[in-house]
């Protein structure tokens, strides 16, 4: 069962067939190609082998093949990159998809209309529904996060009820509190414990998820002018999930910060509550591959600088703090996670084929003991991918938290200082302090001069926290929609479109690096040219558009589907 999800059509005939079943009961079982709607929900093996196929859909993990899922530069509409072709918002209105698909939330409803016909004990059934509502939750979180107000479906909908099947979209506020509610029953009901803790749902998996759904929902809807009064249900949801998480489970954070990205195995690890498992010549991706062989798109400038010197405090207030002539000066007396993060050499393009475009360049998931084995390279990389971890349920308390108002010294001790004592002593950052409402090492207040003006000093460092802490993990361009900052993107005069900085004599061998205003050195600007620059002028982009042919389906029945601002 180690790669469960990845092998779900192989499960599935396994289950069917008697997988756990004698030989004489195997005989008498119907064969597969008998299977109906009306004779499979017969047995709680049934149901788990039906619930596999929601995992590859909400639990991606590094993709597989040529893929590495929302991993590292999966998702690089953000400004930790520093691309020499920027990734640019959407431009038009596509005819058909966009993520504009409601397969998901019919297969959860078909689950959750059919368990209770299965012969299952009342512990057993409330289980089964509590993981049917639960991923019914995710999809409707995951269309809500897109779209903003869509239909909602509580049940399966015959291709004759047009007046159901064409239902029009409703307010998000509505539609999360339902979200809410499949949650907070998936919570109650869920078991603590599963067959195969890690890899299956069980009520870790849910409490965690439901801490990240809904500071989500909760700040969106603050940032946005939604309605106040239900982001502070959503917050307090939010964290009060991570609570329970903190206080009732054994999650803790490990020592090893690189080994939950580049293992082999994340079997048994403490701090990681869900993930993907990878085999050799079965399921496999090639992110590893990425950093080690291929030429990378780069951090930017922007992003290694928030990184906060050894002392605590940000690069512009410390007297640690070495400036970034040169690698070494870059990295030293910093924050441990930048050398988990990146190697400590610059690349760059004509010097190493494994250049990066701003050359710093990362190793996060890179496995040094496999790089010259045939596992290391191409689209044979079998590490394991964490899908949701314990140090981000410490960052979605703290969050929630400090956006409800009620921070304290506490809370931050059981958050972020869990996060930098993962470190020894002697190379770990101190703890973050409140006090007052103000941001502190060491008894002194501190406050960023590179600080948002609109954001508080504390929910500042917080952020910074949360943007170091999850790094290449697909969460920068989520978190910058929901606070309403995607103005942080914009390319034009930016740290996000610089690098390191760099001597051209050093280099005499160099190709395709411009250095800032063509003089001999200064910094690597990624994206020279004037037409490659990413700009920031629209906010329709907060929401996608939907797909023309939906609206027009819903026209030619006799129904309206209306179209997100700005997109008509």
């Known amino acids: 069962m180690k790669i469960l999800y990845n092998k779900f059509r192989l499960i599935i005939i396994l289950a069917v067939i008697g997988l756990y079943g004698c030989a004489d009961d195997f005989l008498e079982r119907l064969p597969i190609d008998d299977m109906t709607d009306e004779n499979f929900w017969t047995s709680e093996n049934n149901l788990q082998t039906f619930s596999y196929d929601f995992y590859p859909h909400f639990f991606e993990g590094y993709g597989n093949g040529w893929t590495w899922g929302n991993f590292f530069s999966g998702e690089s509409l953000n400004d930790d990159f520093g691309p020499s072709q920027p990734s640019q918002f959407v431009e038009n209105v596509p005819t058909s998809g966009g993520g504009w698909n409601f397969d998901y939330v019919r297969r959860a409803n078909l689950f959750i209309e059919r368990i209770p016909e299965a012969p299952l004990t009342e512990e057993a059934e409330a289980h089964w529904l509590g993981v049917a509502r639960f991923f019914r939750g995710m999809e409707y979180a995951r269309l809500v996060r897109r779209f903003g107000d869509v239909p909602y ?13 064409y239902r029009p979209r409703e307010s998000r506020v509505t539609v999360m509190q339902k979200v809410l509610e499949d949650f907070e029953f998936a919570a109650e009901n869920v078991r603590k414990s599963v067959d195969n803790d890690g890899l299956e749902v069980n009520r870790g998996v849910v409490l965690a998820f439901m801490s990240r759904i809904f500071l989500w929902e909760g700040t969106w809807q603050k940032y946005h002018d939604v309605e106040n009064e239900q982001s502070v249900k959503f917050l307090e949801a939010a964290r009060d999930a991570a609570d329970m998480l903190m206080s009732q489970f054994d999650y803790q954070i490990v020592s090893d910060y690189r080994g939950m990205f580049n293992s082999l195995s994340l079997s048994g690890n403490q701090e990681v509550i869900l993930y993907r498992s990878y085999e050799s010549g079965v399921v496999t991706h090639c992110l590893h591959t990425y950093n080690a062989y291929e030429p990378q798109t780069g951090a930017s400038k922007d992003l290694l600088e928030s990184y906060l010197a050894l002392d605590g405090l940000p690069v512009d207030l410390s007297s640690q703090y070495q400036g970034d002539d040169g690698i070494d000066n870059v990295m030293a007396n910093r924050d441990p996670r930048i050398h988990d993060v990146f190697v400590d050499e610059l690349r760059i393009n004509g010097v190493s084929s494994n250049y990066s475009t701003t050359g710093y360049a990362t190793h996060k998931f890179l496995n040094e003991d496999i790089i010259d084995d045939v596992i290391g390279t191409n689209a044979f990389n079998p590490t394991d991918a964490p899908i949701i971890r314990f140090g981000e349920v410490l960052l979605n308390y703290v969050e929630a938290c400090a956006e409800l108002g009620e921070l304290t010294q506490d809370d931050l001790d059981r958050s972020i200082n869990q996060l930098r004592r993962r470190y020894p002593d002697e190379v770990r950052l101190p703890d973050l302090e409140l006090i007052g409402d103000e941001p502190a090492v060491n008894g002194v207040v501190f406050d960023d001069p590179k600080r948002d003006e609109d954001v508080s000093s504390i ?29 942080y993107t914009d390319t034009r005069d930016s740290d996000i479109n610089r690098g390191a900085y760099i001597k051209a004599s050093d280099y005499p061998d160099m190709t395709n690096v411009v250095i800032e205003d063509g003089a001999e050195e200064g910094y690597i600007v990624p994206a020279y040219r004037e037409e490659s620059q990413r700009r920031f002028n629209d906010e329709r982009v907060y929401l996608f558009p939907l797909p023309v042919d939906q609206i027009a389906l819903y026209r030619d029945n006799g129904f309206v589907l209306e179209q997100n601002p700005g997109w008509e």
Not at 155 to 160: A, M
Not at 460 to 477: A, C, H, K, M, S
Request: charged share 50%; hydrophobic share 35%; net charge neutral.
């Open 153 to 165: 479906f509580d049940r399966t909908v015959s291709s004759e009820d047009k007046e159901e099947l």
């Open 459 to 487: 929910i500042w460092e917080i952020r910074r926290e949360r943007r170091i802490e999850l790094v290449f993990e697909g969460f920068r361009n989520s978190d910058l929609r929901r606070w309403k900052k995607l103005e």
